[in-house]
Structure formats: structure tokens, C-alpha cells
């Protein structure tokens, strides 16, 4: 199976190079918690999918500085590779705890925390924020377009307009595990195990001489059920070019007719009735063309008698929030709890827990607090001393926990339009712990300067 990402030590942002370095220099070697988490969900979300775990365990799995590493980081630098020997064979040897792909999670909810010497945790923050980031928005977008098409089936048609192939494959996972029908894309399909689909272009349809012709070449090409696109020139004479060669070939069993812009509600209407006067009821109507969870929910609200969507472009770089709000911040540095005052970006301090209850009713704690009755922890260990836990989860598992948080989510929180979210609470001893935190970094770094204390 290909690798999620094929990103290595120098795809990395400089900073995490100049501080790993530096603080290799100083000695500070210490255990160090990161944790990674979405400040605030972006509009028009009720919820998150946790994705993106799976890549990061296979980044942080490989890791390791090598000589021509140590090459690019001094060419950055301008520096002689000698000064960036402390690097050389820097890997990674901690430990990982995250929320397994596929749950539901919240703001303010630790996705992974990372516990590991200093530099190895700070210089491997990049590709790990990157990932989590990317696959939690998309895997988020295509749960959306499931909910919104009320059991009908969804595929995946991403890949020509995907910020990258790489990103398109992502795309296509993250799909099937938020339970899509099947991808476009072939190589995801062939990795994943997912079901291939597809049909034909405009183009095919303007190679031939008419549409009776281009159709009846490919369903010969082609055994088994085919899905013909009707709207090159004209719905009504697609649907009835498309109705003639199916009867002629007696091919109607499991095909399907496509419809790809326009008004796909009326077109719906008006295909689905021109079908049934062939005497073709059980031919279905496939629908594409700028889809996503919102034009999806019109279309299934409006009844327009569309069988399965097929979702591109929006879906795959989650066009109206492509990006979280994410951060990946040390909590804690050789035994010491540590946060950020920053203002609109205070930080709480310590290794963390989350302990759902029934309803998404989410309490984040310290890590070592006893699960509260009723509560169960989200965050799982899947890597120790640099090595996973266990082999990479299949899809299957990740979706029937994505079915099962979905089921226990609120309703309000699954709408497509204006969903209110749950809000996670704060245990006591997390609360206790942040105002203690803060007093002490109160006292040292204010003070002396004049700040209230």
C-alpha cells in the first residue's frame, strides 16, 4: 500500500530545525508533551472527524536525520554542515497518544500528544500538524455529504482538481471512511480496497458521430451495468439516445444515466419520468457537477429522484473551510507543566485526556485522572519508544467508529446548516491545574515588570 505521505526529515518548516539544533546544543534533552488540537471549529461545522493519525504514525515511524539532511538544513542555514552535526541521526523514540481515525471529536480536544526528548518532539511538529490538519477537514467535509444524502450513495470524483495527487489519495480514503460508495481514483482503489467507479466525459460523447453511437460503443467495450452521461447536448435526447441503446442491448440491468449540470433537481424529474415511459424503472440517475453536503441536502430535500451523488472539486479540498484553526503546543517540558498566555491563544497546561460520555458529552482532563463513571477515554496509546503499537487500522474499523460516534452525536450538531456544536467541559483538576500555572508564570515573567499578579 502506498504511504500517506511521503514527506521525510527536511519537510519542515526552518524554526523546527533552528530550535531542534538549539536546543541540542544547550542540552535540553528532557521528555516534552506536544499537544495537537482545533481552537475552534470552523462555520458551519457541528463536529470534527479525527483523521490524518494513521499518516503521522507512518511519519514519526520512519524518521530519521540522515547525512543529506544535514546537507539541506546547512544550505538553508547558510552554515557548514559540520555546525548541524548534533542532527545527524536524530529520530524519533517517544511515545504517541491520539485519538484512533474515525471518531468524532470537538474544539479544544487534543487530536495526539506527542511525549518525547525535546528536539525530536519540535522538529517533527510540521509534517504531524500538516497531516492532522488536512485529512480532519476533509474526512469532516465527506462525513457532511453522507449525512446530507440520507442513506443514497456518495462517491468520490476529487482527484483531477485535488491540491495534489498525493492529497487526492488522501481524499479518497478519507471518503470511503466516512462511508462513500466507491472513488475515481484508481490507485486509491487498488491501495484501499475500495470499489473503482467512473463513466465517460463529454468528450468521449463529441468523439462520435451522435450519442446513439458513442453509447452503443462503450456498453460493447464494456459488460455489465454502464452509467452513460446524458447532458452533452441535450437531456431529453440523451436520456432517450441512452434508453434506445440499453433496450437494444438489453443492458438496462444495474445501469445508470448521468446528469452533470444544469438544474440537476428538474432534470431529475424530467429524466426519471422519461425513463419510466421507456419502461427503464430500475435505471438510476447519478448526479455530479459542483457538489457538496449543501447542494447535496437542497437536492434530497427538494425529492428530486436522484439515486447517487457523485461529489469532486468542494469535497476534496473542503472548499468552504479548507483549513482548521489547529495548533501543536508544548504542555509540558521535563516534568514541568507549561502554557501559553497569548492573547485569544491561552493554552492549558499538562498531558491530557478526553473522557466522552454518552451524547458527546466530552470532559477534558490531565491524563492521569481515574475515568470518571459513565466516561470513556478517547485518546489510545499507538506508539511506544518510537515503534506503533499495532499494525495500521483498517478503514472498516475507522468507519463503523465514525457510524457509532455519528449515532450519538446530537442532532443539532449532524445539520448541514447552522449546526451548534457540543462544547467539551474542563475536569476540575485540569481547571486547578491551568490556574496554577498561570500564577507561577504570573509571578516569574510579569511581575518583575509591573504586571499584576
Excluded at 479544544?108 to 488536512?134: I, K, M, R, Y
Excluded at 431529453?236 to 439516445?241: I, L
Excluded at 490531565?366 to 463513571?373: G, H, K, T
Amino acid at each position: 500500500m502506498p504511504e500517506a505521505t511521503t514527506a521525510g526529515p527536511t519537510t519542515t518548516d526552518l524554526y523546527e530545525v533552528t530550535m531542534a539544533l538549539t536546543y541540542l546544543r544547550e542540552g535540553m534533552t528532557g521528555p516534552a508533551t506536544f499537544s495537537c488540537f482545533v481552537r475552534e471549529l470552523p462555520a458551519d461545522r457541528g463536529f470534527l472527524v479525527a483523521a490524518g493519525v494513521e499518516s503521522a504514525l507512518d511519519f514519526l515511524s520512519r524518521f530519521r536525520v540522515g547525512p543529506d539532511d544535514v546537507e539541506v538544513f546547512a544550505e538553508a542555514l547558510h552554515r557548514p554542515a559540520a555546525a548541524l552535526a548534533p542532527l545527524l541521526g536524530l529520530r524519533f523514540t517517544g511515545e504517541v497518544r491520539a485519538v484512533p481515525e474515525g471518531r468524532v471529536v470537538l474544539a479544544g480536544e487534543p487530536l495526539l500528544e506527542v511525549t518525547a526528548p525535546l528536539p525530536q518532539a519540535q522538529v517533527v511538529e510540521t509534517v504531524v500538524l500538516n497531516q492532522l490538519s488536512h485529512q480532519t477537514a476533509v474526512a469532516s467535509k465527506c462525513a457532511r455529504c453522507v449525512l446530507a444524502a440520507r442513506g443514497r450513495p456518495v462517491v468520490d470524483f476529487s482527484l483531477r482538481r485535488t491540491h495534489g495527487t498525493e492529497a487526492g489519495f488522501q481524499a479518497a480514503r478519507l471518503a470511503a471512511l466516512a462511508g462513500f460508495a466507491g472513488t475515481s481514483n484508481v490507485a486509491a482503489a487498488h491501495a484501499e480496497r475500495l470499489a473503482a467507479v467512473g463513466t465517460m466525459a463529454h468528450s468521449f460523447i463529441e468523439a462520435f458521430e451522435d450519442e446513439d453511437a458513442a453509447f452503443t460503443a462503450f456498453a460493447r467495450t464494456h459488460p455489465g451495468p454502464v452509467t452513460l452521461l446524458v447532458d452533452t447536448y441535450d437531456v431529453d435526447s440523451g436520456v432517450a439516445a441512452a434508453a434506445r441503446v440499453l433496450h437494444a442491448l438489453d443492458r438496462a440491468e444495474g445501469s445508470a444515466v448521468r446528469l452533470d449540470s444544469g438544474d440537476l433537481a428538474a432534470l431529475a424529474v424530467r429524466t426519471r419520468a422519461m425513463l419510466d415511459r421507456a419502461e427503464l424503472p430500475g435505471v438510476r440517475i447519478v448526479a455530479s457537477g459542483g457538489l457538496d453536503e449543501f447542494a447535496v441536502d437542497d437536492l434530497v430535500r427538494s425529492g428530486a429522484p436522484i439515486d447517487v451523488f457523485a461529489v469532486g472539486t468542494r469535497v476534496g479540498v473542503s472548499a468552504d473551510a479548507p483549513y482548521l484553526d489547529s495548533a501543536y503546543k508544548l504542555v509540558a517540558y521535563d516534568g514541568r507543566p507549561v502554557m501559553k498566555l497569548s492573547a485569544a491563544k491561552v493554552t492549558a497546561p499538562g498531558r491530557k485526556q478526553v473522557f466522552r460520555h454518552p451524547g458527546c458529552h466530552d470532559v477534558i482532563g490531565l491524563a492521569e485522572e481515574p475515568v470518571p463513571a459513565g466516561g470513556v477515554p478517547l485518546l489510545e496509546t499507538l506508539m511506544r519508544d518510537g515503534a506503533r503499537r499495532a499494525p495500521r487500522a483498517p478503514l472498516a474499523k475507522a468507519r463503523a467508529r465514525l457510524a457509532a460516534d455519528l449515532a450519538q452525536l446530537p442532532a443539532a450538531a449532524r445539520t448541514v446548516r447552522s449546526p451548534r456544536p457540543p462544547s467539551a467541559s474542563v475536569s476540575a483538576p485540569l481547571a486547578a491545574l491551568t490556574t496554577e500555572v498561570r500564577r507561577r508564570i504570573e509571578r516569574a515573567v510579569l511581575a518583575p515588570y509591573g504586571h499584576p499578579v
